[in-house]
């Protein structure tokens, strides 16, 4: 299970790094724009979380949403610290975490091409995934079809739990005040078959 510090050097001066392990929890909210339906045709929303783990292979970024059934808004890719930052070791999806916390990165996994963007910070994590359809899926949506999924996930600075923000902004943060980690089945973005990963879930 990750804790704390197995993946950089942890907490320093009271106030945790991206990469020290703990997870940011919250939300994510999906839009599609279909073509001949226009834009936001379709739109959802659900709980998601992001960490960075240590393992053998260095450090895996991974992203758990659930929106629709569990999973669904989930992938794991491996990766490793660079220039202060990370890169992942993939040649098909290319995601890198600047020293400054800009996200960004693109790829492609089957008829799905990828766009990363965001912004990542000791409190915060907030990471748009764009998937553009380049063929017709196999539910009927037509190539061009274009998924946004939003994730809004936040902790808190230092070692304790995540918890709920005050202010305007309350529905993007998240109200965990527990959660417990728990094994799920997430698409490896790094080219491999489905992964059992340890994932963290709101339990109150």
């Known amino acids: 299970m990750p804790d704390a510090g197995t993946a950089d050097a942890g907490v320093r001066d009271g106030i945790g790094t991206p990469f020290d392990g703990r997870p940011y929890l919250g939300s ?60 992942s070791r993939s040649e098909e999806v290319q995601v890198g975490i600047d020293a400054d916390g800009t996200v960004a990165g693109h790829g492609r996994m089957g008829d799905q091409q990828l766009r990363f963007d965001g912004r990542v910070s000791p409190t915060d994590f907030d990471l748009d995934v764009e998937v553009t359809l380049a063929a017709a899926s196999a539910k009927g949506l037509p190539a061009g079809t274009r998924f946004v999924f939003a994730y809004r996930l936040r902790r ?49």
């Open 28 to 87: 994510v909210e999906v839009r599609a724009d279909v073509p001949g339906q226009g834009a936001g045709a379709i739109r959802d929303s659900g709980r998601g979380s992001i960490h960075l783990e240590r393992n053998d292979a260095g450090v895996a970024l991974v992203l758990a949403g659930n929106i629709k059934v569990e999973g669904d808004a989930s992938f794991f890719l491996d990766g490793r610290r660079a220039d202060g930052g990370w890169r």
């Open 156 to 204: 808190d600075a230092g070692d304790g739990p995540a918890t709920a923000s005050d202010g305007a902004d309350d529905e993007a943060r998240t109200s965990c005040r527990r959660f417990v980690w728990r094994v799920r089945n997430i698409a490896d973005f790094s080219g491999g078959p489905m992964r059992m990963i340890q994932v963290p879930e709101c339990v109150g």
